[in-house]
């Protein structure tokens, strides 16, 4: 009975921005989906559009948990709705989740950036708060609580930034705290969880039950790419920042049909990155070349920038002609802003695109070097076809739709 249950889009206080885009992405999508399909049936019944939507209006109306009964019955119905809710915090820091509708039966989508670090409004407060990493987690977990308690029929969590993801291995006498934070998600009943370019694919094997859609934003990237450089001439060259971001760039040099050069760093893990300028890495090298090329090189995240702006300088000191970025979690930790600004002013680099996975103000998407990609029209995408029960393959894959887009540029 997928057809007729709701979908419920419950935004945390730091996911609300990004909620909101899948939101109106979601509905675009029922809405042009619901219009194909009433078309197909009224042509395979030789029935009129508008006796068609009465039929399936009544077919939702007959149901006993029907919640439409005082909507028009020949108008096209949404079963997507924003769900409202009350977000306290405590003077200790304490959270609590108050659902303000009915969720029971309903399947919740709870949308939450562990990464938005401007200062989010409160009930009962007057003053705005900074979220730490920790407690948007902990303010996702009294959410999803909530949400099992008011009788969901299922959670999933969508995370586009997947918390504590770096620390996916040990070296030593350390925490697997990739693996600890789904386990507690599994534990308080998450059926799923939608992420954007996992740090490790690892990750996924440490659930029982749960679930793990790990998106690639690669077509939003690479659509983005085409307006800033000749993706067709024979001056682009693909370089990988280091040896953990091979298989990714080895993607877009593959999708592309262009060379694949690599930057092979080391790093003194005694030492925790500060800043971009005061980071861990010890010496960098070359494989390949980029002489007079232009430079396209990506990364999962951007956190204080030391491996870019390293990466950056090693490249012209190789020739590099110009040189463009690529983050799918554009962090900017510390003063990574003003440092790329800097760095920027100092012709080190042409553009850096990010997604909008990470919530930004005009701070970072009024710089001129910032491009940003939306990636919310994939979120809705995914969403759509789970609550339809359909395949996921295509989306998850997306090299077909990229080159389909490089036909056409």
Same mark, same amino acid.
């Given at each position: 009975?997928? /057809?007729?249950?709701?979908?419920?889009?419950? @935004?945390?206080?730091?996911?609300?921005?990004?909620?909101?885009?899948?939101?109106?992405?979601?509905?675009?999508?029922? =809405?042009?989906?619901?219009?194909?399909?009433?078309?197909?049936?009224?042509?395979?019944?030789?029935?009129?559009?508008?006796?068609?939507?009465?039929?399936?209006?009544?077919?939702? /109306?007959?149901?006993?948990?029907?919640?439409?009964?005082? *909507?028009?019955?020949?108008?096209?119905?949404?079963?997507?709705?924003?769900?409202?809710?009350?977000? %306290?915090?405590?003077?200790? !820091?304490?959270?609590?989740?108050? $659902?303000?509708?009915?969720?029971?039966?309903?399947?919740?989508?709870?949308?939450?950036?562990?990464?938005?670090?401007?200062?989010?409004?409160?009930?009962?407060?007057?003053? @705005?708060?900074?979220?730490?990493?920790?407690?948007?987690?902990?303010?996702?977990?009294? &959410?999803?609580?909530?949400?099992?308690?008011? !009788?969901?029929?299922?959670?999933?969590?969508?995370?586009? %930034?997947?918390?504590?993801?770096?620390?996916?291995?040990? +070296?030593?006498?350390?925490?697997?705290?990739?693996?600890?934070?789904?386990?507690?998600?599994?534990?308080?009943?998450?059926?799923?969880?939608? &992420?954007? /370019?996992?740090?490790?694919?690892?990750?996924?094997?440490?659930?029982?039950?749960?679930?793990?859609?790990?998106?690639?934003?690669?077509?939003?990237? $690479? +659509?983005?790419?085409?307006?800033?450089?000749?993706?067709?001439?024979?001056?682009?060259?693909?370089?990988?920042?280091? &040896?953990?971001?091979?298989?990714?760039?080895?993607?877009?040099?593959?999708?592309?049909?262009?060379?694949?050069?690599?930057?092979? +760093? *080391?790093?003194?893990?005694?030492?925790?990155?500060?800043?971009?300028?005061?980071?861990?890495?010890?010496?960098?090298?070359?494989?390949?070349?980029?002489?007079?090329? &232009?430079?396209?090189?990506? /990364?999962?995240?951007?956190?204080?920038?030391?491996?870019?702006?390293?990466?950056?300088? +090693?490249?012209?000191?190789?020739?590099?002609?110009?040189?463009?970025?690529?983050?799918?979690?554009?962090?900017?930790?510390?003063?990574?802003?003003?440092?790329?600004?800097?760095?920027?002013?100092?012709?080190?680099?042409?553009?850096?695109?990010?997604?909008?996975?990470?919530?930004?103000?005009?701070?970072?998407?009024?710089?001129?070097?910032?491009?940003?990609?939306?990636?919310?029209?994939?979120?809705?995408? $995914?969403?759509? =076809?789970?609550?339809?029960?359909?395949?996921?393959?295509?989306?998850?894959?997306? =090299?077909?739709?990229?080159?389909?887009?490089?036909?056409?540029?």
């Amino acid at each position: 009975m997928a /057809d007729l249950a709701q979908i419920g889009i419950l @935004p945390c206080p730091g996911g609300m921005a990004f909620a909101q885009k899948v939101l109106a992405n979601l509905e675009n999508i029922s =809405r042009e989906k619901l219009e194909e399909r009433v078309k197909i049936l009224s042509k395979s019944y030789q029935l009129p559009r508008a006796e068609i939507i009465r039929q399936m209006n009544l077919a939702a /109306d007959i149901l006993p948990t029907a919640g439409y009964m005082d *909507e028009p019955i020949d108008q096209q119905r949404s079963n997507i709705v924003l769900v409202p809710a009350k977000y %306290t915090r405590f003077p200790n !820091g304490e959270f609590k989740t108050e $659902i303000l509708m009915s969720v029971r039966n309903t399947e919740i989508y709870i949308v939450q950036d562990v990464s938005n670090r401007y200062p989010l409004q409160f009930q009962k407060t007057d003053e @705005p708060h900074e979220l730490s990493v920790n407690d948007h987690l902990f303010c996702l977990l009294v &959410t999803v609580d909530a949400a099992l308690q008011a !009788g969901a029929s299922q959670v999933t969590v969508i995370l586009p %930034t997947f918390p504590y993801s770096r620390q996916h291995k040990k +070296k030593g006498r350390e925490s697997l705290s990739a693996a600890r934070v789904g386990q507690m998600l599994e534990a308080f009943g998450v059926n799923r969880i939608i &992420t954007l /370019d996992i740090h490790s694919k690892e990750i996924e094997n440490c659930f029982n039950h749960l679930r793990l859609e790990n998106l690639h934003g690669g077509y939003q990237i $690479i +659509k983005a790419l085409a307006g800033l450089a000749e993706l067709k001439g024979e001056d682009l060259v693909v370089v990988a920042p280091d &040896t953990g971001a091979v298989d990714r760039n080895k993607f877009f040099a593959s999708v592309l049909s262009k060379p694949l050069a690599m930057l092979y +760093k *080391e790093r003194d893990y005694s030492r925790v990155a500060q800043s971009a300028e005061n980071g861990n890495i010890t010496e960098m090298k070359l494989l390949g070349s980029v002489a007079g090329k &232009t430079v396209f090189m990506s /990364d999962d995240m951007l956190g204080t920038g030391g491996t870019l702006i390293k990466a950056m300088r +090693k490249l012209k000191e190789y020739g590099a002609e110009k040189i463009i970025c690529a983050v799918s979690l554009p962090l900017f930790s510390a003063e990574a802003v003003d440092i790329f600004e800097s760095a920027y002013q100092e012709g080190l680099f042409y553009r850096i695109i990010g997604t909008n996975a990470v919530y930004h103000d005009e701070s970072v998407l009024g710089r001129e070097w910032y491009i940003s990609a939306d990636i919310t029209h994939l979120f809705a995408r $995914i969403i759509y =076809r789970l609550h339809y029960r359909r395949s996921l393959s295509s989306l998850l894959d997306d =090299r077909s739709v990229i080159k389909d887009l490089l036909k056409r540029s």
